[in-house]
């Protein structure tokens, strides 16, 4: 097991951001100079969805709902119609209408304090952890099940089921995002679990985590 010691995360760190600066993908949420609104409406629609899926449609999103307002006035079916290459729509929309009368009722202002902010509609743990990462600058992890997969397997595995609540699990997120980059690195986690260490079938033979990867090292036990 690669041991969560302050030098291997920090070899993680700068590999993976060394990775990025030529892998990285390119979404439109990623661009600089997005409004809150839309940073937020990409990570609820990203729930769940691959971000690929996502680019397709929600420029058009975008186009159509450009802001608060817009949203908190518009028919869930219309809400629904730009929703539906993804799935759950019929969820996704009655929420995403919620928190818009919502934003629109505090005057589009998030609210700072952690409790509240989970509270709000289409919140809760990994949608707070956006929000602090994504619009307050804070070094917070975009932990869901892509970037525990990588942390798990290169690292060690976690205890509970849940994601959210095991606690050697969100210790080791958010000593991995603790970076100046913080942003980027979460970005660089969550496309390598795209790209290189897959659910099925992970790209182990050329990875450059390799030599120090807890999974390949388990992998490697067993055919002795
Ligand atoms: S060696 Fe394989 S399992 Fe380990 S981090 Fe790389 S792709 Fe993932």
Request: aromatic share 8%; proline share 12%; net charge positive.
């Given at each position: 097991m690669a041991a969560a010691t302050t030098k291997n995360i920090s070899e993680f760190q700068e590999k993976l951001l060394a990775w990025f600066a030529t892998n990285g993908r390119h979404f439109?949420?990623?661009?600089?100079?997005?409004?809150p609104y839309q940073t937020i409406i990409a990570e609820v629609l990203l729930q769940r969805t691959k971000a690929e899926t996502v680019s397709k449609f929600y420029p058009k999103f975008i186009q159509h709902f450009p802001n608060w307002l817009a949203l908190s006035l518009a028919n869930v079916s219309d809400i629904e119609h730009y929703l539906k290459?993804?799935?759950l729509y019929a969820q996704r929309s009655k929420r995403l209408k919620s928190l818009a009368l919502e934003m629109i009722k505090r005057n589009e202002v998030l609210p700072t304090d952690r409790r509240e902010l989970e509270s709000m509609p289409f919140m809760g743990q990994y949608m707070a952890n956006a929000v602090e990462l994504?619009?307050?600058?804070?070094?917070f992890p975009l932990l869901d099940v892509n970037m525990s997969r990588v942390l798990e397997r290169y690292i060690g595995e976690r205890t509970m089921a849940d994601i959210r609540y095991d606690p050697y699990l969100q210790k080791l997120a958010f000593k991995v995002v603790k970076h100046n980059h913080s942003k980027e690195l979460n970005w660089a986690i969550l496309d390598f679990a795209a790209i290189?260490?897959?659910?099925?079938?992970?790209?182990?033979?050329?990875?450059?985590?390799?030599?120090?990867c807890a999974f390949i090292k388990s992998v490697r036990r067993r055919l002795l």
């Open positions: 439109p949420w990623r661009e600089r100079r997005l409004t290459p993804v799935g994504l619009l307050y600058d804070k070094p290189t260490c897959k659910a099925r079938n992970p790209i182990c033979k050329t990875c450059f985590l390799a030599r120090k």
